[in-house]
C-alpha cells in the first residue's frame, strides 16, 4: 500500500516559467491539502481539496496559483510566471476524512523541492 | 500569526537525556497532533490527543495538553540519535477543516 507519492522529487525552473507539482493521495483517501515550507520554518497551508472540489483556498495566492484535484489522476498544484520567491518544499498530503470529523491524522508525501533561477 | 508556536525552536541533548517541547495555541480546538520531519523528509504523524484529554502516552512519547492555558508538551524519553529531527505541533480549529502547523522545534540528540 503505497503512500502519498509526490513528483517530481525535484523541479528547477527559470523565472517567468510553470511549475507543475503531481501528489497522489494513499489509497483511498479522497482529501487532499498541499503546505509550503521554507528552510528553517514550519509548514504553510495552501488549500484543500476533496475530490472534484476545492473546500478551502485561503492560504493560496490569488494570482499565478491553482490546484486541482480531478476524477481522475493526481491532485496538481500549478504555478504560472514563477518568480524567485516560489523557491520552496511544496508538500502534499492526505487523509481519509476531513480532519475536523474527529480523530483524523494527515499522510505527508516527502515533498517537492522547487528552485527558481 | 501563527495558531501553533513551539518552544524552544531548538534543543541539544546527549543521548539518554529527555527532550521536552513546548507548543501553545490561540483558539479553541478538536484536538492537537505532534508530526516528525526529518531533514529533506515529509512529516511523519506521532500522536494525537483530543480536547478532552490531559496527558496520552505511546512508548517513549508522552504527550500533555492543558487547555486552559492553550498549551502541550512533547516528552521523548531516553532519547537516541535517531530521534534528531525537527517536531512540530499542529492544530484544528473548533469546527475547522484544516491542520494549522507550528514553527517547530529542531531536536538534535548528541551520540
Known amino acids: 500500500n503505497a503512500g502519498v507519492m509526490q513528483n517530481p522529487r525535484h523541479l528547477v525552473r527559470r523565472r517567468g516559467q510553470e511549475a507543475r507539482l503531481r501528489c497522489s493521495p494513499m489509497?483511498?483517501?479522497?482529501?487532499v491539502y498541499w503546505y509550503r515550507q521554507l528552510p528553517e520554518e514550519g509548514l504553510k497551508f495552501m488549500v484543500y481539496l476533496q475530490k472534484e472540489n476545492i473546500i478551502d483556498e485561503s492560504g493560496m495566492p490569488k494570482e499565478r496559483f491553482s490546484a486541482e484535484f480531478p476524477k481522475e489522476g493526481p491532485s496538481i498544484l500549478r504555478i504560472q510566471q514563477v518568480v524567485r520567491g516560489d523557491s520552496a518544499a511544496y508538500f502534499c498530503a492526505s487523509s481519509l476524512k476531513n480532519p475536523g470529523q474527529g480523530d483524523e491524522k494527515l499522510f505527508f508525501g516527502s515533498g517537492t523541492q522547487l528552485s527558481v533561477l | 500569526s501563527q495558531q501553533g508556536e513551539e518552544d524552544p525552536q531548538a534543543l541539544s541533548i546527549q543521548e539518554g537525556e529527555n527532550a521536552t517541547m513546548n507548543c501553545s495555541y490561540k483558539t479553541s480546538i478538536n484536538n492537537l497532533q505532534w508530526y516528525r520531519q526529518n531533514s529533506g523528509r515529509g512529516l511523519v504523524h506521532l500522536i494525537l490527543?483530543?480536547?478532552?484529554?490531559r496527558e496520552k502516552h505511546s512508548g517513549r512519547l508522552r504527550v500533555t495538553l492543558d487547555t486552559s492555558k492553550k498549551s502541550s508538551s512533547l516528552l521523548i524519553t531516553a532519547s537516541r540519535a535517531a530521534d534528531t529531527a525537527s517536531y512540530f505541533c499542529?492544530?484544528?480549529?473548533?469546527?475547522?477543516?484544516?491542520?494549522?502547523f507550528g514553527g517547530g522545534t529542531r531536536v538534535l540528540v548528541k551520540p
Open positions: 489509497k483511498g483517501h479522497s482529501h
Open positions: 490527543i483530543r480536547s478532552n484529554e
Open positions: 499542529a492544530t484544528i480549529k473548533a469546527a475547522g477543516n484544516k491542520l494549522t
